[in-house]
């Protein structure tokens, strides 16, 4: 009998660290993309099929549990017998940037939506799977969660979004506790700068200085790095950030 | 004319610490207290009273706009002219300590909800007439928030719970850094041990040794000195915890 | 027969946090201040007599052990049967704020001497006083630090200060995991602004706005509540900033 | 004209990650050992070789300025014209577990001069060297130190050693926000277990669960990953610890 094949999963995928961890992932996995809208994982399933690699574009809302449950089945029709390696939390909550008094209640649940309360949902239908995959996945099955400065850092008008990456934070701790003796390796990394992506190109980021905003391929490096490192040196948390940046 | 009067308002009071947080107040100031059931109050009304202090107690559900509203609409009644001199956040999220696999979504919500939502509206309701405070407060105006261990190590099994204190703390500084500036202290304690309540008589905690629990005048003096503190040297944040307790 | 008597012991004594807490001590307590050199106490003990209360100084260098020695036999003959209640420890190193590579070894060993090898002496001395004055003490017997912002942060060109901060903040840290259980008290404050002495006067600092810059005064009421705190809530680690202080 | 050749240096080489590390560089570099006695690199270097890597062993005290002036006019003979990429500094200071009061003043210098003392030599002697390969060096020149659980965390009865290993992380702290912007990477790694060595076979750590030591190897790991980050995307600090490792 053939030996099992493996697959990774990427949650939140766009121009920037989604889209760069899945190509890096691909060279080793199929991987499976989840995203609201089809447009922003179509070019990345093109491109790493441009590479040789397998990708598969699936249309879910992590915040839904509905969705992503039909995702998972999705999956096992699109992967039979394949068993879940790495899963790659990169979904961000909303974002609002304002004086505490302007802040609607609407602000706060969004980014606790985006950020937790998603994060809940998909830990609990991969977590599962990560456990099957313990004896046999090539590397320790892993979880990591794409954290930011405001994961550990509750800046002025910065609150909301804090709220919800700070309980991000906690609660991939409090898994990478729970799970890690258990061989399914947790962790969280902080994504201390600007990201360099289309969006970002104008921005004036460490006075315009060449790599002073993060590279994607970079962080899919880290990530690359975490999932293979062996079970007797589990990272629960890595820091990224250009050299330039103040910190 | 009479100088302003000022009132402190001590949201969450049971036996422990929001009830010693109120006596301790109401040796200077009328002091206000909302729980979600008279029950939770009437016996400390009565004890501020028969000590000569001032007390007026509010069914309010702090988690809920209108009833947290028309709590203050009572207080502008009961306590006409008088001014916020110190807001104590003393509410807790619902605790669930359960292997990730077995919570609910309803157990994170329970959590977040009850912390960081609740939180968020009262310091909404609040912030602004501590900000009204501050050219003649007695002491710098103050909001004190409540934390615990798990505000800080997300321990197994502790996830939703901890997520719900971590967002808390976060959404803490960034208030304590947004209004520090504008004369409000905001401050958070993390209350690190058992609390010697009622409740928990019977519970062996370290080994059962003479004050190897908190006792709540103890966190109520830590409160009434953080009010008390000059603008010159606020503490964003302080630890208590039984001299015996492990850390 | 009378009851045992206690005094104070500041160590470091200058125009700011030394001088401050002395006076604040010496409301409850004899006062004795160690410096190395009279004109730095000289002042500071008339002050205190001037106010009533009793203060001793003593000429010695922390870090000597044999200064120190000397030190407490002359403590034993000036308040002979007066046991040790409270030992604030407020000494600095050396501070040199330059380029790494322009740092000289010296630089280096004129932080750890007098932060982290003078506390170490001064620790050696004091804990086993403190010990014996558990059973009586007004307040549990304290020993108190006074760190900086350099205690937790390694910002550029400040290496050497903080390796010798960093260093007495650890051992610190691990006396109070110890002598805690034993029923002493080991505080560590995090000094996070310019204090607000004759030497800092012309500092632009905070844009020079009132209250800027700390009040010797309000660390003394700081440490003050540190040591009369309770021994079931015991503080380990409190910051001290003002209110417009950027964090 | 040839291109340039670039070495690694590994200081503090005996049976566990120093070892490791080096026959890890020497996988892409010509490797310089540093140990106090040829035994502690003599096997390495013979391992090295064996797997057709360049090895040179030099007898050295790290803490010294004087032999370790001299160790750098060995290389410079040994490998002429070629540059630094990167350095490790894998010494460790004296180490003394007691109850303080049993503790000497030689036990606290031990761990400070094996430890921050020793480092500050270390890094005055490489970083001129790793800012002279910033604009060749295959990848970030690199600084890379050896931390422990106590560089986080002052337990009880390890006072000595967690003030070494602190003051160390301080000053590595600090030199990554001088020398970052400049080029160069200084990384800190925080190595939270025991490490699977000769020495260490016996012991009963983690219930002698499989794995539960961490591998000296992937300690090496970590480090080349460290080395070959881009430079938009540094880490500071890293955390290695098995996956069975309480924290």
Redesign the interface.
Known sequence: MASKSFYALVAGVGAGTGRATALRFAQKYPVVLLARRPESYEQVVADIKKEGGHAVGITADVAD?STLKAAFESISKELPGSQLAAAVYNVNGGFAKK???D?S?ED??SS?DGT??AF??F??AT??LLLDSVPNSPH?PTLIITGAT?SI????????F??????????????A?????K?V?VAHAIID?VI?IPRTKQWAVNGGVE?????P???A??YW?LHT?????????????????K?
């Open positions: 549990p004086p505490f008094l802040l209640i706060l649940d606790i937790v309360r809940f949902h830990a609990q977590l599962p320790p405001a850092k509750g800046s002025a008008e910065f609150g909301s804090a709220a919800g990456k700070w309980a991000l934070r906690a609660l991939g701790q409090s898994l506790r729970e799970f890690g003796p061989g390796h700068g360099d790599d002073g905003k993060i590279k391929e970079a962080i490096d880290a790095y490192q062996h079970r007797s040196a589990f990272t629960q948390e890595i820091d990224l950030r250009p050299f330039v940046e910190f």
